[in-house]
């Protein structure tokens, strides 16, 4: 069965200093892939989307993911964290039959 | 502007009795879905359709009820059926369902809770 993995399940880290959250897909055809965030209460917000072409994509509130197929990865990458990131954060995947395939979560908290 | 409200954001109510979260989308996109969110457990799906007058169930359906009579809308009843139906429940939308990207768009949630 099609699945997606993000092994943190929570993850702490200092305003300022720089964030990688990992997601591990498993689906063998060319993946779309995504990245929602959520605050507490509140819906998810797409943060960025990879479908093809440059595997290094761009999102907003400055975001950024790589896809590496060798790796069945697509982690999400921050350079210098803000104190209202902290949030939580959902890898998901396209499954075969258009639905989406969302992994457990990670949870940021920021130390300021 | 266009997007996806749910109604109401808070929900209270008693054991026993059947509760009805309303769903509507006004970005014409064809697939709607329900999806159930509690501590540690992810989004859990409940029910979804990609067509009007049509809708599969999820990975947890049962004590739910939805229909989908409008493309616009897609109403969840959680019945008195449903054993631990407090929870955080998020509607979303995507735009040609099987043969879309996958990618959806979400509401703000409803929180019901049983007292």
């Known amino acids: 069965a099609q699945s997606v993995t993000q092994p943190d399940i929570h993850i702490t880290v200092s305003e300022g200093a720089s964030l990688e959250l990992r997601c591990n897909y498993s689906?063998?055809?060319?993946?779309?892939l995504f990245w929602y965030v959520q605050s507490p209460g509140q819906g998810l917000q797409l943060l960025l989307k990879?479908?093809?072409?440059?595997?290094l994509v761009q999102g907003i509130k400055g975001f950024e993911a790589e896809f590496k197929r060798s790796q069945s990865s697509f982690n999400l990458r921050k350079p210098s964290v803000h104190w209202s990131d902290a949030a939580e954060y959902f890898c998901?995947?396209?499954?075969?039959?258009?639905?989406?395939?969302f992994g457990q979560g990670t949870t940021l908290q920021v130390k300021p | 502007d266009g997007g996806i409200t749910q109604s109401p954001k808070y929900l209270f109510r008693k054991e026993g009795q059947n509760v009805t979260l309303s769903c509507e989308q006004n970005?014409?996109?064809?697939?709607m879905y329900w999806y159930r969110q509690d501590p540690g457990q992810g989004l859990r799906l409940i029910y979804y359709?990609?067509?009007?007058?049509?809708?599969q169930k999820g990975d947890i359906a049962e004590g739910y009820s939805v229909s989908r009579e409008k493309k616009e809308s897609f109403p969840l009843t959680v019945t008195s059926a449903q054993k631990n139906p407090t929870a955080f429940y998020l509607c979303?939308?995507?735009?040609?369902?099987?043969?879309?990207?996958?990618?959806?768009?979400f509401g703000e949630g409803s929180r019901l809770t049983v007292l």
């Open positions: 998901a995947s396209r499954s075969n039959t258009g639905k989406l395939i």
């Open positions: 689906y063998g055809a060319t993946p779309y």
């Open positions: 990879y479908f093809s072409g440059d595997t």
């Open positions: 970005l014409n996109h064809d697939a």
């Open positions: 359709s990609q067509i009007v007058n049509d809708f």
């Open positions: 979303a939308s995507s735009i040609k369902g099987p043969r879309g990207t996958g990618e959806l768009f």
